[in-house]
Each structure stands twice: as structure tokens, then as C-alpha cells.
């Protein structure tokens, strides 16, 4: 079983930096890929990022491409997402989340971090 705890959201005003944190426990992060997602009220769950379990790929979503960059450190069991230049439109809550890597499904998720971007 895998266990992922986000932190560092917070309220923040458009144009500034946050850097979100996922501590992975359970397995060894290694063999897995590591995404964050991010859910807006009365919206669907959308992705935003994933890396591949060496790092060596990553995907973005269109909507952060140039803002946001995930990465991961395997040695400390985390993975990051560091956000600038946000904006209102960014307010939302983000998951982190792992996959085997012979899975293509997400299925082992964090309890959510809110974000909020005032304009």
C-alpha cells in the first residue's frame, strides 16, 4: 500500500510562487510515477503533471506548461510541484498521486492541499 501526504498549499495572490510537497510512504518510490492533479469547486479532477519513476519525462498540462515544473527526489520519498506566476484560475484543490509503473492507472492518492489565488 502507498500513502501520500500533500503540503504547502495556501492563499497566495496572483503572480506569486508556491512550491507543494508529497511525502510518499509505503513502497519504494522508485517504481512508481507521480502525478498531481488538481480539482476546482464544482469541477472535474484535471491533471496537471506526472513524472516518470526515474524522472527522466515529464507531461504537463497546457494550462501550467512554462509555470508549474514537478519533480521528485527519491531519496527523501517526495515529490514536488512548484507553481509561479499563478493565477485566479489556478485556485483549486491539488492531489498528488502514484501508479505502478506497469499501471496506467492512478490509483493511490493524497488527501488534497487547497490552493487560492486572489486576483
Known amino acids: 500500500q502507498v500513502q501520500l501526504v500533500e503540503s504547502g498549499g495556501g492563499l497566495v495572490q496572483a503572480g506569486d510562487s508556491l512550491r507543494l510537497s508529497c511525502a510518499v510512504s509505503?513502497?519504494?518510490?522508485?517504481?512508481?510515477?507521480l502525478a498531481w492533479f488538481r480539482q476546482a469547486p464544482g469541477k472535474e479532477r484535471d491533471f496537471v503533471a506526472q513524472?516518470?519513476?526515474?524522472?527522466?519525462?515529464?507531461v504537463y498540462a497546457n494550462s501550467v506548461k512554462g509555470r508549474f515544473t514537478i519533480s521528485r527526489d527519491n531519496a527523501k520519498n517526495t515529490v514536488y510541484l512548484q507553481m509561479n506566476g499563478l493565477k485566479p484560475e489556478d485556485t483549486a484543490v491539488y492531489y498528488c498521486?502514484?501508479?505502478?509503473?506497469?499501471?496506467?492507472?492512478?490509483?493511490?492518492w493524497g488527501q488534497g492541499t487547497q490552493v487560492t489565488v486572489s486576483s
Open positions: 498521486a502514484a501508479r505502478y509503473i506497469l499501471s496506467t492507472t492512478y490509483n493511490y
Open positions: 509505503g513502497r519504494t518510490l522508485s517504481s512508481y510515477d
Open positions: 513524472i516518470t519513476w526515474s524522472g527522466d519525462n515529464t
